[in-house]
């Protein structure tokens, strides 16, 4: 049942999941640009937050409730948990401080998009 109301949700979480905890390579365009790494973490949790919020709109017709701010709130403890298991439970990968901001400010950001187009979303009736 909430994998038919939230698909890109579940989606987007196994992504994040398996993207911070296994290797990933980037080719050397990306690397170049100054911080890529940051700004990716800023994208990826930016635009899963507003993806969060979009499908739990369209299920509670609601734009704002109280369950909005669990959401968030899981959502940054997701972030802050990937990193510890970065820095204790693998080998390849280092959890950082400056990411979990980047996730944070990302999960900001997509907030203040999603407050700026959800009266355009059309919800189920």
Request: with cysteine.
């Amino acid at each position: 049942m909430f994998l038919r109301h939230y698909p890109l949700s579940v989606i987007s979480t196994i992504a994040i999941w398996g993207l911070s905890l296994f290797p990933v390579s980037f080719p050397e365009t990306v690397t170049g640009v100054p911080f890529y790494d940051k700004w990716g973490h800023f994208l990826m949790y930016g635009v899963f937050t507003l993806t969060v919020l979009c499908e739990t709109l369209r299920e509670r017709r609601e734009i704002w409730s109280s369950g909005y701010l669990w959401r968030l709130l899981s959502i940054v403890l997701m972030s802050g948990l990937l990193e510890l298991l970065q820095a204790y439970a693998t080998t390849n990968r280092a959890g950082e401080w400056a990411d979990l901001l980047a996730n944070s400010t990302g999960v900001l950001i997509g907030t203040l998009i999603y407050f700026a187009v959800a009266k355009f979303i059309p919800v189920k009736s």
